[in-house]
């Protein structure tokens, strides 16, 4: 009985430890051993052998698990530092998780383009501030700056940019004796683009909010003008009946005078 008993623990043994054996394995070889105990006290008692052989049977299974326990250990560490450590990742030393902690972190260097360090708040003694430009579109100096720009845009007849400069001088400059002539010719860009019913509301604009500004009879000139090219006859002529009634002795009464005949 004693070499059956060997066998069936060679046989168990080595081929739980061939296969690196799993938990399963080892609840299913415990099984055995307690299916040789009961088989042993059914055929007569257990033998002082016998009951020797369970015991040593009994410390081997807990070798062997204490050393698949420690092979899994050892695998998850090797898996843990597989995962940090890469051709694209940061060059980690020290020990693993759990440990004193990370001793050095490389970090990669930016290439060219590619971005700008963090900000820092603390400036280097003796280096002197470079100021910022300032922004394309941010307003002149004053109001003469902004209508300066504006028609030197109008002038090469980029419309939406002196657009853009002869708002920023009503915006900023609501009250300045340049602001009548900013929206006349905010009018005029959309007059030159053709966009006529634009154009009519900018000019009315111009009558209502600068009654004694130089530009009104340019304004309801170009209004009449405005309706006309939309097909309003009618509108156009109530226009320049105004212009010729308001300013009689301004240029654009003279021409409309035909009209009116």
């Not at 807990?62 to 530092?81: F, N, P, Y």
């Not at 300066?148 to 940019?161: I, L, M």
């Not at 509108?235 to 409309?256: C, G």
Request: hydrophobic content about 35%; overall charge negative; charged content about 25%.
């Amino acid at each position: 009985m004693r070499n059956t008993v060997r066998i069936i623990l060679c046989a168990l043994v080595v081929g739980t430890v061939a296969g690196c054996a799993s938990k399963t394995d080892l609840y299913m070889l415990q099984d055995d051993v307690k299916e040789l105990k009961t088989q042993s006290q059914k055929s007569g008692g257990q033998t002082a052998e016998v009951y020797t052989e369970v015991e040593k049977l009994r410390q081997e299974v807990a070798q062997l698990q204490g050393t698949i326990e420690e092979l899994r250990h050892k695998v998850a560490v090797s898996e843990q530092k597989d995962v940090v450590a890469g051709p694209d990742s940061l060059d980690i030393s020290g020990s693993v998780a759990g440990t004193q902690g990370v001793e050095k972190v490389t970090m990669p260097l930016l290439e060219e383009g590619q971005g700008e360090p963090a900000d820092t708040t603390a400036s280097v003694e003796g280096e002197t501030d470079v100021p910022a430009e300032p922004e394309p579109s941010a307003p002149a100096i004053d109001d003469q700056g902004l209508y300066d720009a504006g028609k030197r845009y109008f002038d090469s007849y980029n419309y939406a940019s002196a657009r853009k400069e002869l708002g920023l001088l009503l915006d900023n400059y609501p009250s300045s004796s340049l602001a009548d002539d900013a929206q006349y010719y905010i009018a005029e860009t959309y007059f030159n683009e053709k966009w006529f019913e634009k154009a009519i509301l900018e000019y009315q604009l111009v009558i209502e909010k600068y009654p004694k500004g130089d530009k009104r009879p340019a304004a309801f000139f170009k209004q009449g003008l405005a309706f006309e090219n939309i097909g309003d006859s009618t509108n156009a002529k109530v226009r320049y009946k105004e212009l010729v009634q308001l300013y009689p002795d301004s240029n654009e009464a003279k021409i409309v005078g035909a009209k009116l005949q």
